[in-house]
């Protein structure tokens, strides 16, 4: 088994709640299940743009829980919707790698 890593990007973001119970989930903060990873690009995007949960659920007429299972990884998105979700909150020049990585495979 590796050594622990420092926790860096979005995980180091989490609070140390939040950071528990990824570790309890995966046991690895650079390495977790890509719908957590997933999860976390939708929540820093979402804040970063300063949107709410409940924005984001009314673009596709979602209910505010279903928004918060998507960012902690407890369901999957699709990649149509997490594609309108990362233009919603990402400012037009963003050049996120999981957004141009959607955009060619739709």
């Known amino acids: 088994?590796?050594?622990k890593r420092p926790m860096?990007?979005?995980?180091?973001s989490l609070s140390e709640k939040q950071q528990q119970a990824a570790l309890a989930y995966r046991g690895d903060e650079t390495f977790g299940p890509p719908d957590?990873?997933?999860?976390?690009?939708?929540?820093?995007?979402?804040?970063?743009?300063?949107?709410?949960?409940?924005e984001i659920a009314d673009l596709f007429g979602w209910n505010r829980?279903?928004?918060?299972?998507?960012e902690t990884g407890k369901v999957s998105v699709s990649l149509r919707s997490y594609l309108v979700i990362m233009?919603?909150?990402?400012?037009?020049?963003?050049d996120h790698p999981g957004?141009?990585?959607a955009e060619k495979l739709l």
């Open 87 to 94: 233009r919603f909150c990402a400012p037009p020049e963003s």
């Open 65 to 70: 829980d279903a928004v918060s299972k998507i």
């Open 36 to 54: 957590f990873k997933i999860g976390m690009d939708i929540r820093a995007a979402r804040k970063g743009a300063g949107k709410s949960q409940q």
């Open 1 to 3: 088994m590796m050594g």
């Open 8 to 12: 860096t990007g979005l995980f180091a």
């Open 99 to 101: 957004v141009a990585l």
